[in-house]
């Protein structure tokens, strides 16, 4: 069956392809429980689009650009003086966003070595259902037959017809997040999480940052005042200048420049200049290279089908992660179906709550949300409540002059039972995991605002709101 250039043949229980957050918790929780694993990557370094191109790298940039612009904007009001003189060096930045991301890639590898992972760094391809091809990036071929296969093979950034990549003056995330210079203008089509994020860390270094966003609204999953409350900040601080209701109809890349021209809902017609233009439209599945065709694997708009236990139609192969048709495309969805996944093939149960997914935007304020939006309880026809607590009226958002936002949490208004939380703050991301537990074990407003809070902590926001539900704030 295989070609006589393969030079060796290797026998796993189980194979998992990708190795990002998906693909290698799989493997390492596979490991532990017993079964013998491989995990092939063909990126050369594990940890996918996440650690490599995606949520490290993305979280040291913001991390930087923040504590630059909060010294010129901020330091000030703190009576601290000298941060209009600190002054930024872009490539320095991005060493040390190296530097974190080889640091945790590594550290992948050694988890690998640690759980008797083998690590194979290559092209994975179907022959059969349980025969794989694996091209190394060395150039040698290996036969690897597994009794079950993971797919995990991630996704890839979508773009515009009329304006390929080519990563320098049109640029996905990949290329926005390894610029060694600051575009004089930027132009932001669509004003998702990758738009809001890295436009905010151009924007923060000096660039004039557009975001053309077709949709009504910025970060249009979350709530409308949540997207609003997002949107005047960015604007406000950060001076964003962000067009919504806005369709981009054509583009040309001019080699150091890029022209493209919008149309407004009103049908008026513009053209927009910039030095650079980051493209975030969304993210596809990736399923190229895997000859997905041998097995005849089922698809949905390139999205690998499963059902609830990771299975797709073809026995004994399954898929997590961004490249199925469930879920958020988010690395921590991905951890936990590969976890999940690997213990119903070891024989335990394992499962995944699709609805208590929390999910973060980065930009100060963060976002954060989980659960459902007032929005769609609204549509659901559910009987409900909202309770508000804003940070102006937080003693530790004051003390510290962070006021802007405010937590708003949903409830089943018979039940009290918590249905949504969202918050926008400047920890947002950090407070969200309070509201998570508390509905993963199918808590009551009242259930949190009667546990104890230290004081003075930002998570006071979350009780006061929680008293807003079922009874009234103190301190509002
Ligand atoms: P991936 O991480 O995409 O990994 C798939 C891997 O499979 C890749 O390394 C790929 O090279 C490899 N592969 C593909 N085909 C083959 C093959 N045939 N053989 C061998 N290897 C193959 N999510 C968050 O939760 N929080 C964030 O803050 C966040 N920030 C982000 C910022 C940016 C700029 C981007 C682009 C994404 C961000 N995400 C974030 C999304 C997150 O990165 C993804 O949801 C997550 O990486 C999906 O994990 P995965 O394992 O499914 O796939
Ligand atoms: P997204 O879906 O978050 O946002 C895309 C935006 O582009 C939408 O608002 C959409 O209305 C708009 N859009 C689509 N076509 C357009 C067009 N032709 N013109 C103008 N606007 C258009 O996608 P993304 O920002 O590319 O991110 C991709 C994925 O990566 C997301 O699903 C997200 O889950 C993940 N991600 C997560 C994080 C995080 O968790 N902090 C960070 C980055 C990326």
Request: proline share 3%; hydrophobic share 40%.
């Amino acid at each position: 069956m295989f070609r006589s250039n393969i030079a060796r043949l290797a026998a796993f229980d189980v194979t998992v392809i990708g190795g990002g957050p998906g693909g290698y918790v799989a493997a390492i929780k596979a490991a532990q429980l017993g079964l013998k694993t491989a995990c092939v990557d063909k990126r050369g370094a594990p940890g996918g689009t996440c650690l490599n191109v995606g949520c490290i790298p993305s979280k040291a940039l913001l991390y930087a650009t923040h504590m630059y612009h909060d010294a010129h904007a901020n330091f000030a009001k703190y009576g601290l003086r000298g941060g209009e003189q600190v002054t930024m060096d872009v490539a320095a930045m991005q060493v040390q966003k190296t530097k974190a991301v080889k640091g945790l890639t590594s550290g992948v590898e050694y988890l690998f070595k640690k759980n008797k992972v083998t690590y194979y760094k290559g092209e994975a391809s179907f022959v059969s259902a349980s025969s794989l091809k694996m091209k190394g990036l060395d150039g040698k071929e290996e036969a690897i037959e597994s009794k079950k296969t993971i797919i995990a093979t991630g996704s890839e950034p979508s773009a515009l017809p009329f304006l390929p990549f080519d990563e320098k003056v049109v640029m996905s995330s990949t290329g926005a997040l390894d610029l060694d210079h600051i575009p004089k203008k930027l132009i932001v089509i669509g004003g998702g999480v990758i738009g809001l994020e890295l436009g905010s860390v151009w924007a923060r270094l000096g660039s004039e940052v557009t975001v053309v966003e077709f949709a009504p609204r910025c970060a249009a999953t979350a709530d409308a005042d949540v997207s609003k409350a997002l949107t005047d900040a960015l604007v406000k601080h950060e001076k964003m200048k962000i067009m919504v209701n806005t369709k981009v109809v054509s583009g040309t890349n001019n080699g150091s420049s890029v022209t493209i021209e919008v149309e407004g809902k009103d049908g008026k017609k513009q053209t927009l200049e910039a030095d650079a233009l980051l493209c975030s439209v969304g993210r596809r599945p990736h399923t190229a290279g895997l000859n997905a065709e041998a097995i005849n694997l089922k698809m949905e708009k390139g999205f690998v089908c499963i059902n609830d236990h990771f299975e797709t139609n073809v026995p004994n192969v399954y898929a997590i992660g961004d490249v199925v048709n469930k879920g958020p495309m988010l690395a921590h969805k991905a951890e936990d179906e590969g976890v999940a996944c690997a213990e119903l093939l070891a024989g335990k149960p394992g499962h995944v709550n699709y609805d208590v997914i929390p999910s973060v935007i980065y930009t100060n304020p963060e976002v954060a949300q989980v659960g459902k939006t007032e929005e769609q309880v609204k549509k659901e026809g559910i009987d409900y409540k909202v309770g508000k607590f804003p940070f102006s009226a937080n003693s530790r958002a004051k003390a510290v002059a962070t006021e802007d936002g405010f937590v708003k949490v949903v409830t089943d208004k018979k039940t009290d039972r918590i249905l949504g939380v969202q918050i926008v703050c400047t920890t947002a991301g950090e407070l969200i995991a309070e509201a998570t537990l508390a509905m993963e074990y199918g808590a009551s407003s009242e259930d949190i605002g009667r546990t104890c809070h230290a004081h003075p902590t930002m998570s006071e926001a979350v009780k006061e709101a929680c008293m807003a539900c079922y009874s009234q704030t103190i301190n509002f």
